[in-house]
């Protein structure tokens, strides 16, 4: 299985203020998918990068897959209460062409 | 319609009880999967099912069955479960089985007593 690491584990920040988690790897991933999980809740699929070097936004969210395809970084601009919940980096297992899951990170954007 | 369908929303359950839980997608997806989520843990996959078939089990103990009757149904059935197998049990699908894009339900988040 690779192994994804992610960090922070946790994060407290308060709204307005900018952060970045990453994701990495020692092994090269076809592909890095981005969740989040608010409490309760299923994962829900933010966005998916597949070449190396290839940066995706969506609103104040920016995703970069590294050019090597071995690491990823989720960046928020001016972060939201809404932005609160775990962020779950996720990409191929070499066991059974699986999905695995990074360790995640816990957001909580105070107001 | 994107939506993958967990029933029941939440299960309480004792150690002797038989239950069962439902995965319902409708999106022609050709692979659901079983996943376990333990409090602040990522979700650890259970099982597989590639074109109704199991395709993975991940070592899990018999106590859990699962069943695919069909290419839109996916059921977790319990049985003689322990107080330690309290968790969120989420089902998922994508179009076929691989790292490819994965469509969560709410999960099932359930207590054994």
């Known amino acids: 299985t690779q192994l994804l690491e992610q960090s922070p584990q946790f994060l407290s920040i308060q709204e307005g203020e900018n952060l970045t988690v990453y994701c990495n790897s020692s092994?090269?991933?076809?592909?890095l998918q981005w969740y989040r999980q608010e409490p309760g809740e299923g994962p829900v699929l933010l966005v998916t990068?597949?070449?190396?070097?290839e940066v995706k936004k969506l609103k104040r969210l920016t995703f970069q897959f590294g050019d090597a395809r071995k690491d990823s970084s989720l960046h928020i601009t001016a972060a939201q209460p809404g932005d609160t919940g775990l962020y779950l980096c996720a990409g191929e297992s070499n066991a059974g062409n699986m999905l695995t899951f990074g360790g995640g990170t816990r957001l909580m954007v105070k107001p | 319609d994107t939506e993958v369908t967990q029933t029941p929303k939440h299960l309480v359950m004792g150690m002797t009880n038989k239950k069962s839980l439902k995965c319902e997608q409708h999106m022609g997806h050709r692979a659901m999967y079983w996943y376990k989520q333990k409090a602040k843990k990522p979700p650890e996959l259970m099982f597989v099912y590639s074109y109704e078939k199991l395709s993975i089990n991940e070592s899990v103990p018999s106590r859990f069955s699962p069943e695919c009757p069909n290419s839109s149904l996916l059921n977790l059935h319990l049985h003689a479960l322990q107080p330690e197998d309290s968790a969120l049990y989420l089902c998922a699908s994508s179009i076929r089985q691989g790292p490819t894009e994965a469509f969560f339900g709410q999960g099932t988040r359930l207590t054994v007593v």
């Open positions: 092994s090269v991933f076809s592909s």
């Open positions: 990068v597949v070449t190396g070097g």
